[in-house]
């Protein structure tokens, strides 16, 4: 399983807590994904030193025209993509992944979680 993490540089370790206990316990997904420069964030680091996830560090430009379940406004106008964080985590995975939990936002809204895994699992 792979967590693909969006999030908005104004994040709070309060809301990776919410994703870790609310999909990450859920789902068993202790390896992270994200952008190569949202991977550099002094909290998101911290967060995931701490609880010891494998951390997946995607190119942005590889998310970009991803095709994914969930469309979101802003997702589509600064990242170019349906969902940043569902497009990580299959970008992450590889062509045999398929999202299996869609776009979940934290509820201070300034992170998002899409847990994939691979098809046939």
Do not use: Q, W
């Not at 693909?4 to 999909?23: A, H, M, P, Q």
């Not at 952008?35 to 680091?45: D, G, I, P, Q």
């Not at 569902?86 to 398929?98: I, N």
Request: proline share 1%; net charge neutral.
């Amino acid at each position: 399983m792979i967590a693909g993490i969006g999030f908005k540089s104004t994040v709070t370790i309060t809301s990776f807590n919410e994703l870790l206990e609310n999909y990450i316990k859920k789902y068993s997904a202790f390896t992270i994904a994200t952008s190569k420069e949202k991977a550099e964030n002094e909290v998101f680091l911290k967060f995931v030193i701490t609880n010891h996830f494998k951390l997946i560090r995607v190119d942005e430009d590889a998310v970009s025209n991803i095709i994914t379940p969930t469309v979101s406004d802003v997702s589509k106008k600064f990242k170019n993509v349906g969902s940043f964080c569902e497009a990580a985590a299959l970008v992450a995975g590889g062509s045999a992944f398929k999202i299996i939990c869609e776009r979940k936002i934290s509820s201070d809204r300034l992170a998002t979680i899409a847990i994939a895994e691979m098809d046939g699992v």
